[in-house]
């Protein structure tokens, strides 16, 4: 049949790995579904396995201790992590990135890792996650690794991520927490639509700026670590050489070079000044 | 039927009565034919072509026809009818030439969605890829392929069109009053610009479906989201050579329409896969993509418009030019063509008029009627071109409109004497330049430009707009009265959003005197049981069914006082009616209730008089023409309803951002019946016409292919984009022979919204955007060139 594939339910991730192992690229992890059930409808993907997480209970973890940080489950919703006291507190700028994907019910759907593992160049909580240096943490049946975030990306829907491996969780160090932090989006409406560009700022440890800018290349990108007493024109300067933009049907790049330059100096008035 | 009553009398007419249909809706009972689900049924697909213009060289079925579960399979070889509204020329499937990307080449019929889906991509065509026909200016020159080699054969209605054989013009509608020569000669300047948009998605909430069902001996039962089922089985039966009474059309609720079910769609190819199929019914429902482009949209427009002005600000002449790119077929926007063209001056004296219009048919996806028609498109370019023509001057754009607006007196370009009943343009744009401050920045704009680093514009624009209709359109109203005097109306105007059943059910109690919550409007649609209704388009419900439920209700008293004389033994000139008894006037307490009327009056010894209670009302425009093909003067309109917006805006001048924080709208509305229904019109249309601002609108490539078929990058406004101040106001200048006074105001609400945000952008920014949509990037990159001209 058109959309028939196999559905299974896994309740561990022990049961998971068993299952990325015996059907490999042939299957494709649900979480959210809101990226993945779309392309299966429209034929853009088609798999004979589909292996849906939900029912694992590790990965439906949202915590966060002093010690090791905010970690998010991979079956962790947007809307879980907007309607966390903690999360809200600690890492204001990431559930502000969360805030701005796509609709209310979408994000009672849609997940985290979903939004990074999609690997769209207009993920919005990758830029977010980029600043307050987000760590992946990678399993399957032959161990786990953690890569940082910015290693993870390898291209336009493409990360680092075997067929047998899957991301068990993101980690955004207690390094980061209470970071001062704003994440600007350019759009069509003001309801949802993708991000045109979008940048985020965070002050890390008060002393450090980091930039991190999507729908600007074929990977969200981070600029690198600026100290606090960087002047904007350099950031901006960097930000410009770093990117590389496209002109499609949603914007022109001429549109986006400026607007991230708009969005730089923005969140400098804002965070630094 | 304008009855001068004193509104204090009025009991539900004027009044903000709840929906009929709120509480089915709210809560899911209405059934929508995607709801249904038929014994037996089968579901359809489409192959659609890949190209916007090839010729087929072959289709092989063979491997999906083995599909288990395939029912029925159909390509253009096998069905030899034209379908079209005013021109026939579209063919059920392609047939040899595919001319637009998503045009339907072969069908499906199988047990299930997905088995019908896995066999159009078992379906095997071999294309020849043909160069597009896709500039419509282009598709104009005489050396430009022929989009329909055939048109010349085309059977198309010659009252109204005239199409140019050997070329891609469908239609060329003209338009001569006055000596446009002399007039250019007499102003003290000419001013000429070009403006244009592109086509436009209605995107209902419901998508296209049809039911239909072929049985034997050619019986034909069709269920269908549409919006005019009579014209739905008129346009089958023509095409089919099938008798009217052997095809039923049935139109439960439905989920939107804005004018893109106005016609037919689906219906006829979903019959002929239930045909091949046995005579099993067949259900198509197209997805959100076909919806883009296997269905129609609205045509793209370009607008030239050259005007003469005299030092004083009166127009003297002017001369326009519209280019429709109809698309691949001509459906509605022949007509399009022909209503924006009679109407294409707006609310404005122009002396010496020449207008020639033409529909051009282009490789992509045809347009239909759209909410406006015709009216949104050539309103951007003609209120843009008035504020250009204002600043020219260096007169006030609200000062100058009001010097050309059309007043008593006055003549239309097609000739038509404007009077003191035709509604008041003038005071709508007072009345929206009034409430938004038209003119100055008030203190609190002025600290929220400072605090938002912004800056805040304004600007009012006017409208105007008649139906589109032929000249006799008629429709009629049949009243029931049950055993307990509660009525049922039956009507074949489809209420499919509007709210207009609502308006109908007030002037219904208003008339009989009865409560409103014993009035039943049925909701269903069916050609078999409802009398005859052309079409629901055009803003013309209200008008005509609304004096149709009057005349019914009239004919229904009638019958009722013959009776009540007989029983009261009174001269029905005595009689009077109130709270659902007649009785005599001079002597009140003696009365007979409606219900005891109702199917008849049974005297005590069982002696019978009457029968059962129904009153039918036929209504037809009264006065209208067909236009002279070589002038276009006549009579076209049933009524013109009048209006404006004013906004106000707020831009950020570093990122071309802006929205709309106030927005006013008045229209002459003659009476408004149902109070919030109207605000409710006035504020969806407002935000639709938002839509096709600032976001909405087809983009092709250079192969006519369309790059935005879904909401992913076709966006339309959503809760969030809708201005934080929204005014509506009536004017109400009574129509004399609409009911209670009242005009249509459907339309109206969307038209003039664009303009109105790029003369505040001018207004601002002094920029000069003359293409829709106005995206915040284009308002960047002409004040960027601005800034570096400087």
Redesign the interface.
Known sequence: ????FTYHRPASVIELCELLNRYGAKCKILAGGTDLIVDIR?GLKKYDYIVDIKNIPELNELSFSKQKGLSIGAAVTCSQLIEDSTAQKKYHLLCECAETIA?YPLRNRATIVGNIVNASPCADTAPGLLCLDAQVLIKSSSGEKTIALKDFFEGVKKVKLAPNEFVSKIIVPPASAEAKGAYMK?K???????SLVSVAMAVIKKNIIRVAIASAAPTPVILPDFSKNTKVDEIINVALKTVKPIDD????K??RL??IG?YIKRLYEQLIK | MFENIDPKELKYVGKGLKRIDGIEKATGDALYVSDMFLHGMLHAKVKASPFASARIKKIDTSRAEKLPGVRAILTGADLNYRVGLYIVDKYILAKDIVRHQGEAVAAVAADTE??A??AV?LIEVEYEELEPVLDPLKAIQTDAPLVHPDLGKYSYVEAAFTPVPGTNIANHTKLRKGDIEKGFKEADYIFEREYSNPSVQHVPMETHVSIAQWQAGDKITIWSSAQSPFTVRNLFCYSFGISHKNVRVIVPYVGGGFGGKAGIALEPLVACLSKKAGGKPVKLQATR?EEFNLLACRSALVYKIKTGVKKDGKIIAQRMEMFWDSGAYADYAVNVTRASGYSAAGPYEIPNAWLDAYTIYTNKVYGTAYRGFGHVEFFWGLERHMDYIADKLKIDPLKFRLINTLKPGSRTITGELIHENSGNVSKCLETVAKAINYGVKTKEEEKREKQNKTIISKAVCALHKAPAMPPFTGTVVIIKMNEDGSVIANLALTDYGAGTYTSIAQIIAEQLRIPFEKVKIAFECDTDRDPYDWQTVASKGLMLSGNAAILACKDMLEKMYDMAAQILRANPCDLRHNDEKVYIVHDPHKFVRYREMAVGYAYSNGNGIGGPLVGVGRYTACGLTNLDKETGQGNPALDWTYGAHGVVIEIDP??GEF?VIHSASAFDAGKVINAAAARGQCVGGFIQGLGTA??EGY?YNSKGQL??PSF??N???????IPEKMEVFFVETPQLDGPYGARGIGEHSMISVAPAIGNALKNALGIELLRMPI???DV??EL?KKRKAK
């Open positions: 049949m058109q959309f028939g429209a609709s350019l069509r409406i003001k309801g949802h639509d993708l049907i949603r914007s022109s001429d549109y400026h607007m708009v | 997905e088995i889906k896995a991509d993509e570093e990122t929205s600032i976001c983009i790059m935005n992913t990058d966006k339309i406004p959503t809760a969030k984009d995206r915040s990037e960047w990159r960027s």
